[in-house]
C-alpha cells in the first residue's frame, strides 16, 4: 500500500458537519462571521498569547505583518534559504531584500554566531524559521535584535503547540506566522496566523487583510486574505483533537528513533533541550550511509512511499532570485551540505508502527 510524505488530520464528517450547520441557517460564509470570532479565541487560549489574527493562508500572514511593520524599501531582512520558499517571498514580494544566513548543523535553524556579520545600515529585520518544530535560538536572537534594534519575526508555519521552557511559540520575537496549512500539523484545510504582543497591531492587520478598508475609510492599499467560516469551522473541529494528533505523531517518532538510531551515516535530530515538541516532520541526514539520499528517496519510491527532500533545492538558489546580490548557496555552505542530504520520512497522526517498520525496513536492508 502506498504512503504519502503525509496525512491531513480530519474530524468526523458528522463532526464537521454539526459544526456548520448554522452558517447554512445563517447564511453567513465570510467576513469574521461567528466561527471566525470563535476560532481565534480558542487560538488565543490553546496558544496562550495575547492576539491571534487569522488569515486564509499562512504566507499572507506572514506578508501582512511584514507590510505593518511598515519598512522602508530596499530594506534588508536577514533570514535562511533553508526554508520553504514562501518565508523568502514574502521578504521580497514586500519590496525588501532578503539576506541569507547559513544555518547550524544541530536542527538546522539559523546559525545564530553568522547573523551579526550580516548587519548594515539597510537591516531592520530577522525573519528566522523554526525548522522542522526546532525551536531557534530564540535568546540569542533577541540580544541580537535588542542591541540593534532590530525585529523580529518568526516563520512558525512548523511549530504550531511547541513550547520552550514552558512558553508558546507564539510568544516569541515580535511576531510568530503560524500555517494551518492541509499538510501542517494544525489544519483549517488551508489557513493561518499572526500572533503577537503589540496592541497596535489588531486594527491594523483586521483592515489590511480586507482591502485595507476601515468602514467606509480606505487606510491602506490592502489585499483580501481573509480566513472564512468554513476554514474556521474545521478549525474548530481539529483543534478538539490536536493533542491527541500529536501524542499519535510523538510514537510514530519514537518508533523511528528506535529503528533508526546509532546507525552509521544516518543522523537524526536530537530532542531539543526544555522543548516540547509538536512532531512536526522526522528529518533524517544521510551522511555517509550506504545508500545516499538520493538512492534511499528512490527505493521508497519504488514501493511507493513518498518521502521528500524537504528543504532541497534551497531558495538562495531559485532562479527568481539569481538577480539578488545575497544569492548563492555558496554563502550558506551548511544549508547547502544539508539540503542535499536530507530527506523528511512519512509522519502523520495515523501512520502505524507496522509502516513505520515497513519504511525503516526499506531503509535498512
Ligand atoms: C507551509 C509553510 C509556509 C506557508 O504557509 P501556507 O499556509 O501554505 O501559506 C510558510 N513557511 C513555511 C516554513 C511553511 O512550511
Known sequence: MSINVTRSSMPTYEEYCEEIKELWDSRWLTNMGVKHKQLQKQLEEYLDTPHVTLYTNGHLALEN??????????????????????????????????????????????????????ITDKTVAIMPVHVYGNMC???????????????????????????YKGISSANFGDASMFSFHATKVYNTIEGGAV????????????????????????????????MNEFQAAMGI?????IDGEIAKRKAAVERY???????????????????VSNYAYFPVVFDGYKYDRN?????????EIIARK????????????????????????????????VLTLPLFADLSREDVDRICDIILN
Request: hydrophobic share 35%.
Open 65 to 118: 505583518i511584514l507590510e505593518a511593520m511598515g519598512f522602508p524599501k530596499d530594506s534588508e531582512v536577514i533570514t535562511t534559504p533553508f526554508t520553504f520558499v514562501s518565508t523568502t517571498n514574502a521578504i521580497a514580494r514586500n519590496g525588501l531584500v532578503p539576506v541569507f544566513c547559513d544555518i547550524n548543523d544541530v536542527d538546522y535553524t539559523i546559525d545564530v554566531d553568522k547573523i551579526e556579520a550580516l
Open 137 to 163: 535560538d530564540v535568546e540569542a536572537i533577541k540580544r541580537i535584535a535588542d542591541k540593534h534594534g532590530l525585529k523580529v519575526i518568526y516563520d512558525a508555519a512548523h511549530a504550531f503547540g511547541v513550547k
Open 195 to 226: 500572533c503577537y504582543q503589540d496592541d497596535s497591531y489588531v486594527q491594523k492587520l483586521d483592515d489590511m487583510k480586507s482591502f485595507g478598508l476601515f468602514g467606509e475609510e480606505g487606510r491602506y492599499i490592502g489585499g483580501n486574505a481573509k
Open 237 to 241: 473541529c481539529n483543534l478538539r483533537h
Open 257 to 275: 528513533r528506535e529503528r533508526l538510531g546509532g546507525i552509521e551515516g544516518i543522523r537524526l535530530c536530537a530532542e531539543q533541550a526544555d522543548v
Open 295 to 303: 538512492e534511499v528517496f528512490s527505493r521508497l519510491k519504488e514501493q
Open 310 to 341: 524537504y528543504f532541497y533545492p534551497l531558495t538562495n538558489s531559485f532562479e527568481c532570485y539569481r538577480d539578488y546580490d545575497t544569492a548563492g548557496v555558496e554563502k550558506t555552505p551548511v544549508a547547502s551540505y544539508i539540503a542535499d542530504r
